[in-house]
T-cell receptor, first 110, second 115 residues
Framework: GQSLEQPSEVTAVEGAIVQINCTYQTSGFYGLSWYQQHDGGAPTFLSYNALDGLEETGRFSSFLSRSDSYGYLLLQELQMKDSASYFCAVHGGATNKLIFGTGTLLAVQP | DAGVTQSPTHLIKTRGQQVTLRCSPKSGHDTVSWYQQALGQGPQFIFQYYEEEERQRGNFPDRFSGHQFPNYSSELNVNALLLGDSALYLC??????????????FGQGTRLTVV
């Protein structure tokens, strides 16, 4: 089967750093993406890793280790507006057939 | 530049009925994917359309069908609705390029409630 594991909830304070982990078990792997979704809204693309290592995009960074089937999203200088659900998603092939995790609900407190 | 647009935003249907949801991709995109997102879950891939053909399909029954038009817009049809079909239906568009598709942009979704 195919599965992606993420923590269900994470709480942090404004200005802090938080890491959201994702472990995956899929029949094919082409890359790992991260999406942010505010309540009832559209998932928004944050980051993509096809190769091992760290990708940095502003306050957000994402890491991938293909040998460990593991990745994480790092959010720095947390702001209240970062409160949302975060999903990791495996690209099963070159197409955008995405296999999503169950999501992590991040609550940022003042 | 308009992003991905979906219609309608909300819909209530009765068990056994049929429903059609619509999606216009982001300008310049040629591929449309449909996802079902149940409450508290991650989106589940239904199928993807490219060049007016179904390119890939997820693990959904034949009651779920789709279509892509020459202008790249797409429809998702669900027949014989079940209570369990109640969900947020998301459309995502991307562009096919050498080496793999570009990142997927999602629409706001259609909230379908089956009663």
């Amino acid at each position: 089967g195919q599965s992606l594991e993420q923590p269900s909830e994470v709480t942090a304070v404004e200005g802090a750093i938080v890491q959201i982990n994702c472990t995956y078990q899929t029949s094919g792997f082409y890359g790992l993406s991260w999406y942010q979704q505010h309540d009832g809204g559209a998932p928004t693309f944050l980051s993509y890793n096809a190769l091992d290592g760290l990708e940095e995009t502003g306050r957000f960074s994402s890491f991938l280790s293909r040998s460990d089937s593991y990745g994480y999203l790092l959010l720095q200088e947390l702001q209240m507006k970062d409160s949302a659900s975060y999903f990791c998603a495996v690209h099963g092939g070159a197409t955008n057939k995405l296999i999503f995790g169950t999501g992590t609900l991040l609550a940022v407190q003042p | 530049d308009a992003g991905v647009t979906q219609s309608p935003t909300h819909l209530i249907k009765t068990r056994g009925q049929q429903v059609t949801l619509r999606c216009s991709p982001k300008s310049g995109h040629d591929t449309v994917s449909w996802y079902q997102q149940a409450l508290g879950q991650g989106p589940q891939f239904i199928f993807q359309y490219y060049e007016e053909e179904e390119r890939q399909r997820g693990n959904f029954p034949d009651r779920f069908s789709g279509h892509q038009f020459p202008n790249y817009s797409s429809e998702l049809n669900v027949n014989a609705l079940l209570l369990g079909d109640s969900a947020l239906y998301l459309c995502a568009s991307s562009l096919v390029i050498r080496g793999g598709d570009t990142e997927a942009f999602f629409g706001q979704g259609t909230r379908l409630t089956v009663v």
